[in-house]
């Protein structure tokens, strides 16, 4: 397993020494030049192995040096991070000098060797930048390990061709004018390669372990001084980052300095790239208090951790995909926990298997998606590939400038497949992807495909484009741009971010028929039978089983806010009945001498006989205001149309809701009792309630005869006489 703090210090050696500070012992690691003293014979090995794949193809006619075969991907087996990072390094290392090491060994005469077999050719391209690195002095390992057969025999073999090697890279240099071997690469290289290493380097604070303040003060006690930008940035400075207030940007050459605070021994400070930064505060921007977010691949444990730093651990849960192996998810564990990260859950499931309906992610609202890209925008590609579990061809890519078409193709199709997967989650409210890519296949061109695919779930509203906002607090989240993208450059590396967010209902017209299958699929409506089906005694057992479990006064007022527009429209549209039908009856009286008989009109409902309201469901606002006047000019003029006709009108509101709406003031109140009441229809009286049982049906919900309200079969309703008037 990689200990947290080989794993977070990147490149440190395996040496440590134990020094006190204010809290007592604290491991500490040291900086080790890479190259000058050697390295391990399985770092050889390994690097071989990744040199084998990368390695630039020649034509056959100019192919003077042979390898082996490599069709078979190789199996890379590192002792800890520190090895996995030098054995990438010094693959690419060897790629970038292929040209110029392939023609020291010709010139030598150590290539052709009869007893070195082509599968070791790579073994002796990597051994001899290694060398020539050191110039030819001998390795020096200072603690035990495991030799390496074929790397012993490399070695002794180079002991004997020193003087050679040395003279034949002399000759080199002289034959194409370059002081130093750096100055023998493509210029398009060396650019990058000093855009590279002039990168500031950036890290977020883990405030599960101090907070922005003490690390300022922490900072200045070592001689810090804080500067405005990133370009104000020289010696012992640093500067907060303009997008994330929880990212810190320090000069390069302070890397290994770095390394030897406190704040980086200890968890409190953690280097990353800042794209990864900026997709977690972007997603954690959407979640509310009690959401829970996905994040489809399990790439770079800092991200994770980076993104549980930024939720509340009491309420959110992180779901992490992809974690297949005990042995992982243990290693993994112990590192969130040991940095005071508590609320990861991790998933054996690859993201493209988890079923879009798994009820253990029903509260998850977000989707953090940063699939494999081809990464050709990151500033540091062995970062990239240690921590975020990237291809080694990208290795190849950046030195190449870019990528085969081939490969471009696969990724974008595969990233386009994750993105429609993604979109499948009925529950889920927003996605946030990202990638390091600087091709628009992989970035605007996938989300456009995936928005124009309409794969959304069945039950839920598409998706659409909004800007990234990635602090509510920030001055910078003024851009309208609806793709965020930075260009790789000397200040920052490559990013693109876009995030889908679902559309909001705003369908105005829903009739009452409507209204109880929406808020049932709201969960809205616990308790409320939606549909004659045979789904109806499921649901009832799901509705009695959820109200002994949870009783939120929240879901209360939701329901009040959801019904309160469709209560009074139905009411108001019934008086207007009312009224209508006296008006018409007089008429028709006065006219005939009673030949037509009609019905006894039913008496309009006066404002004391509404029903109450909650005082504390909140006032409507001006859409919700706008809604209603239209909803009321709608069943009013569908009310004109029904003068026509001669009958009485039964309104029957929707069964098991209380109708308890009242007209005084503006703050509607809506009762949670679950039955409706049955005004009688019956003028003064006692302060006694009347019984009103006079059912028109044998159905469990059905019309009382005396009055146009509902009524439960098996229960008796009183109405308060006093009431009504």
Avoid at 68 to 95: M, N
Avoid at 249 to 269: G, M, R, V
Avoid at 351 to 378: H, T, Y
Avoid at 525 to 540: C, G, M, R, Y
Wanted: hydrophobic share 35%.
């Amino acid at each position: 397993m990689v200990s947290l703090r080989e794993d977070v210090t990147n490149d440190t050696s395996d040496s440590s020494e134990k020094i006190s500070d204010e809290k007592g012992p604290v491991e500490k690691r040291t900086m080790t030049v890479i190259g000058r003293n050697g390295y391990h014979d399985a770092v050889y090995m390994n690097a071989a192995k990744i040199f084998q794949g990368i390695r630039t193809e020649k034509p056959k006619d100019k192919m003077l040096v042979r390898y082996g075969d490599d069709s078979l991907p190789p199996t890379l087996t590192f002792k800890d991070d520190y090895s996995q990072r030098v054995s990438y390094e010094l693959a690419f290392s060897a790629l970038k000098y292929q040209d110029l090491l392939e023609e020291v060994l010709l010139d030598s005469g150590v290539y052709p060797c009869y007893f070195i077999p082509d599968e070791l050719t790579s073994l002796l391209v990597v051994m001899l930048y290694d060398l020539q690195d050191r110039k030819f002095q001998a390795r020096e390992i200072l603690d035990k390990e495991e030799p390496v057969e074929e790397v012993k025999k490399v070695e002794h073999y180079f002991d004997s061709f020193k003087t050679k090697l040395a003279a034949a890279l002399a000759r080199y240099r002289i034959k194409h004018g370059a002081l130093s071997i750096e100055s023998s690469l493509p210029e398009t290289v060396r650019k990058r390669e000093q855009r590279a290493s002039a990168l500031p380097l950036c890290a977020w604070i883990n405030t599960f372990k101090i907070s922005l303040e003490d690390v300022f003060r922490e900072l200045e006690k070592k001689g810090f001084t804080g500067v405005e930008s990133v370009s104000d940035l020289d010696h012992y400075t640093y500067c907060l980052d303009q997008y994330c207030q929880d990212v810190l940007f320090f000069p390069s050459s302070l890397k290994e300095e770095l390394f030897n605070l406190d704040l980086f021994a200890d968890c409190k400070l953690l280097l990353q790239d800042k794209s990864r930064s900026l997709a977690v505060h972007s997603a954690q921007v959407l979640l509310n208090e009690d959401d829970d977010i996905l994040v489809a691949h399990v790439g770079s444990y800092l991200t994770i951790a980076h993104m549980s730093v930024l939720t509340n651990h009491s309420t959110s849960n992180i779901f992490v995909c992809g974690v297949k192996s005990s042995a992982k998810a243990d290693e993994l564990m112990n590192l969130f926990l040991h940095m005071g990260c508590e609320n990861v859950q991790l998933l054996h499931e690859d993201f493209m298997e988890i079923d879009p309906r798994n009820r253990r992610l029903k509260k998850a609202k977000v989707i953090l998606l940063l699939p494999q890209c081809s990464g050709l925008g990151v500033g540091n590609p062995i970062d990239f590939i240690v921590h975020d579990h990237g291809d080694a061809g990208l290795l190849r890519d950046v030195y190449q400038g870019r990528v085969s078409e081939d490969k471009l193709n696969n990724l974008a199709q595969r990233q386009l497949n994750e993105l429609m997967h993604a979109m499948k989650f009925d529950k889920v409210q927003a996605i946030v992807y990202c990638t390091c890519s600087v091709y628009p296949e992989e970035n605007e061109l996938v989300v456009k495909k995936a928005l124009k695919s309409e794969v959304e779930g069945k039950q839920a509203e598409p998706y659409r484009l909004i800007p990234p906002v990635f602090n509510t607090c920030s001055d910078s989240n003024t851009s309208t741009e609806l793709f965020f993208k930075m260009e790789p450059s000397e200040i920052s590396s490559g990013c693109f971010l876009a995030v889908l967010q679902r559309e909001k209902d705003t369908s105005e017209n829903v009739s009452v028929k409507d209204t109880l299958p929406h808020a049932a699929s709201e969960e809205l409506l616990d308790d409320i039978v939606v549909e004659n089906s045979e789904k109806k005694a499921k649901k009832q057992r799901k509705a009695k089983k959820r109200r002994r479990n949870v009783t939120s006064r929240g879901t209360e007022l939701k329901t009040a806010e959801f019904l309160y527009h469709q209560v009074v429209s139905t009411m108001k549209a019934e008086v207007s009945v009312s009224k209508a039908v006296g008006d018409i009856k007089q008429k028709t009286m006065n006219q005939t001498s009673g030949s037509v008989q009609l019905k006894k009109a039913i008496k309009p409902v006066s404002a004391k006989a509404l029903p109450q309201v909650l005082k504390h469901t909140p006032p409507l606002s001006p859409a919700g205001k706008v809604t209603y006047e239209r909803q009321t000019l709608a069943r009013k003029a569908h009310t004109e149309r029904r003068k026509l006709s001669l009958k009485t009108v039964e309104i029957a509101f929707p069964p098991g809701i209380t109708p308890d709406l009242s007209l005084q003031g503006s703050k509607p109140r809506v009762s949670m009792r679950r039955c409706f009441h049955c005004w009688a229809a019956a003028k003064g009286g006692k302060d006694t309630p009347t019984v009103c049982a006079q059912p028109s049906s044998q159905m469990a919900v059905g019309v009382c005869k005396a009055c146009p309200y509902l009524y439960t079969e098996g229960n008796t309703f009183l109405c308060n006489i006093n009431n009504y008037t």
